[in-house]
């Protein structure tokens, strides 16, 4: 028993693992550009003040919402086409952190 609840929490953790180093993958290919040195007032991934903020005012729903639709400074889907509204997710939460 005490094997098969530490092979499942390692299969938890590969597959953390494995979804972070995606949500990685993504932003480095759609998002970093402007949000690594805050371009066209781009909010700076890891500026967890104004992730926090803009969290609390619009919520999650929201800023998926303005990525979708596109904002003046940044194109519909953020140029990540193939995302979905959890991919969005995610790196809302990856770049907030």
Not at 18 to 34: L, R
Not at 38 to 58: C, E, I, M, S, Y
């Amino acid at each position: 028993m005490k094997m098969m609840m530490l092979s499942l929490m390692v299969l938890g953790l590969v597959v953390v693992s494995n979804a972070y180093a995606d949500v990685e993958k993504i932003y480095a290919q759609s998002c970093a550009t402007c949000h690594d040195s805050g371009t066209f007032n781009a909010p700076k991934k890891g500026d967890v003040t104004t992730w926090h903020r803009l969290n609390q005012q619009k919520g999650q729903e929201a800023l998926i919402k303005s990525i979708r639709q596109g904002m003046p400074q940044m194109p519909a889907m953020g140029l990540c086409q193939n995302c979905t509204d959890e991919d969005f997710a995610k790196l809302i939460d990856y770049m907030s952190r």
